[in-house]
């Protein structure tokens, strides 16, 4: 059970409105702390909305999202930049970062939630405080682009954050239980595939614990030498990705072992790899064959089919929080809850 200290949860004083700091490059050698839980949500809690990488292409998707979450009875508060178009951005690194800070200095939202994923979290970083983000701490959900977000904010403070849907995702009945489950409910989830649509594969045996870090293969790839990802030693990993050919996963793959990442793990859990097909299959691997190639000989459990990333029925993960998995029974256990 992780021991959680009240003060944690107390607000920073005085940080109700963003100064000028709030927008400066930080110095990003924040030492990591032990977790910190948000508080669970309940109805009539605020859910604050922002875009901090990819812009919106249609103003509809405000509404929709906001009727989505009016359902599961949470008032909602739009960022002030998140209609703004900058490029493929929702706006400049600035803007997007200032509009996160807003959201986490504002005492009337009890989350964070995003638009969409894309492209832009990672140029974000630098102007992010997260010594205030620790301080007031709140549940912060997203995944695809939002993986940057949740792992860096996570490794920074120590904060737990949740892979799950955002704006632009399906909001069905699974996905909204598996929410509702994890940070209303405060429950210990086990994960198991139930969906005949994802088998699950395994592809190196056994059962392993450790702390739950990971999110999409790409953009975890793409922070590997910074100090925005976790020591991977004796962590879960779990990796999703999108339209993304099987040489390219293969590449991904790869990378994490020369950078020692596979090496350092404890096991690996594979989610959705939604239209991870080549385009030319008469020259290519499959993706499967991808995945037995890397992890049939490795000396740690792999296993895939669990319903997270780009799919229709998304399980939500708590990032940081300690998890037991195992290959016999295809699941996935939290060992200490993330909301309190």
């Known amino acids: 059970m992780v021991k959680i200290s009240r003060r944690n949860f107390v607000p920073m004083l005085g940080t109700a409105l963003i100064g000028a700091s709030c927008l400066s490059v930080q110095n990003n050698t924040i030492p990591i702390h032990s977790s910190i839980l948000p508080k669970r949500l309940q ?16 103003e509809a998707e405000l509404k929709e999202f906001q009727d989505v979450l009016a359902r599961m009875g949470f008032k909602t508060k739009f960022s002030e930049n998140c209609t703004n178009k900058f490029g493929y951005f929702s706006g400049t690194d600035e803007e997007r970062a200032a509009d996160f800070m ?22 974000i970083l630098a102007y ?16 695809s682009d939002i993986t940057t977000l949740l792992n860096a904010i996570t490794v920074k403070t120590g904060l737990v954050t949740f892979h799950g849907p955002g704006g ?58 910074s100090d925005y990802l976790p020591n991977w030693e004796g962590k879960i990993l779990f990796l999703e990705d999108v339209m993304e050919e099987p040489y390219s996963i ?64 998304k399980m939500t993960f708590p990032v940081g929080i300690k998890v037991e998995m195992s290959t016999d029974n295809k699941t996935l256990s939290m060992l200490a809850p993330s909301v309190f």
Request: charged share 20%; net charge negative.
């Open 102 to 123: 807003a959201l986490i200095h504002d005492n009337e939202v009890d989350a964070i939630f995003f638009l969409r994923g894309g492209w832009g979290c990672a140029r």
């Open 250 to 313: 293969d590449r991904m793959l790869t990378q994490l072992k020369l950078s020692g990442v596979l090496d350092q793990v404890n096991g690996v859990v594979l989610g959705s790899f939604r239209k991870c097909i080549a385009e030319d299959p008469e020259h290519s691997f499959t993706l499967e064959e991808v995945f037995e190639q890397h992890f049939t000989d490795i000396s740690i459990p792999v296993f895939s089919g669990l319903q997270f990333g780009h799919t229709l029925n």
């Open 168 to 225: 632009n995702s399906t909001w069905n009945d699974y996905s909204i239980n598996s929410i509702q489950q994890l940070i209303v409910h405060a429950e210990l989830v086990t994960y198991k595939n139930n969906a005949s649509d994802s088998p699950t594969v395994t592809y190196s045996p056994g059962s392993a614990k450790g702390e739950l870090y990971g999110g999409n293969l790409t953009v975890i790839c793409s922070l590997i030498g």
């Open 43 to 58: 109805k009539g809690d605020t859910i604050g909305i922002c875009a901090p990488a990819g812009g919106i292409k249609n």
């Open 128 to 143: 992010l405080d997260f010594e205030v983000i620790k301080n007031n701490p709140k549940v912060i959900m997203g995944f």
